[in-house]
């Protein structure tokens, strides 16, 4: 039964490091691996017509199987990669020769013998790495099933993380990450909050490298008497995805307090895939509008020019797996060009609609920051805002001053996967 809930999910396990698996990795040949197992009722594997069927659940075609094939000839032990790129789409199995702990062997009608995992631990043949939590895993590729979408600020969206208690240990490390994965939203307390500061935090997290963009690796977000941006002003700044116009937005936002003293600024944040969610249920006809419709995004100013059309939320299967919203570099202008006047009609009522959910206090999160607070935000899922505050012309940032910058997700993702692994 164990093998048989963990059957399969094939490129998406990582290997332990005993048994078989670690005598392959020093070279032993497919036929002396492991200690064989002539297993019989559910745990058998047989040779079907259309391939061969592992443990009486899974099936893998015969071309498949070919591709599968971890046997030092067909699979790099460093490298954990396929060392061929043959086209196996006409090789048929001919034999299931043994059922092994982790692997079953297989001859081919190509004359080579080899292995294909039969359980997550062999699903490398090397056996170089033990498996993942699966939690983490599809945390990581974003699964709405192990993401919690929240309406409203529970203690538990809000809960606050100590920096050096999460430094301290890979295990603290994991929970905070996983905990941003799951939410799309994570708050740090007492990180170090000089100027500049925000790089040394994130190779503090190692989530790094940087990602780099118009605004640099740093940006610094405060007063400007003629800003280049609507966050340099001191209006309230609507909930949005940052930097829509790309064509990959930023995904993980790392939002860092340097100091907050003026009246007024209070950070807020909002779930989109909730607010969407929700008009899934209830208006199919407006979620049809939001994943179809292309819009596009303008920005340009002095030094830039960057555009693009997307639609407000796009899917990945059935997930939900991004939403690209920035109400104030929407280019209206093209949108009136590239749809008619009943398309756009009905595409404003639903984007009004879900503007509504996401601008509803009751539904975000807000918090006045503090000198070393540390925000990290899913850019993809969750949007972020200011209110107003109050300053003075001739103050130009020192008393409000806030730092970002961005990591691509793959990144954390790596950091998340690579604790598991080590």
Known sequence: AGIAKQMYRVCRYLPGTSGAAYRYRHGTTCQQLGTTRHLSGLHQSTLEERGVLIDGIQLVLHNESRYLCRCSECFGATSNQPLHTDDYSDVKITEVKEVQDHFV???????????IPRSDRGAYGNGYKPTPSSKFYDLSLRKNSVQTFWESPTGEVTKRFQYETVISSCEKTKEFLAHFMEYGLAFLSNTPHQPDDLLQILKDLKVTPYWDNMFGVLSKVSF????????FNNQRLAAHTDMPYYTQTPSVYFFHCVANELEGGESFWSDTFSSVQHIRETDPDMFELLTSVQIPFRQYPKEWHMAGSYPTVELMGDDIYRVRDCCFVIDTFKFIQDYSPDIRARWWQAYRYLRQLMENPARSVQVKLEGGDLVVIDNWRVQHGRNAFSVSKDDQGGRRAMEVSYIEWSHV??????????
């Open 413 to 422: 993702q790596n950091r998340l996967l690579k604790m598991e692994s080590d």
């Open 105 to 115: 062997s297989l001859l081919w009608d190509d004359g080579h013998t080899g292995i």
């Open 224 to 231: 400007q008497n003629d800003p280049t941006n609507q966050a």
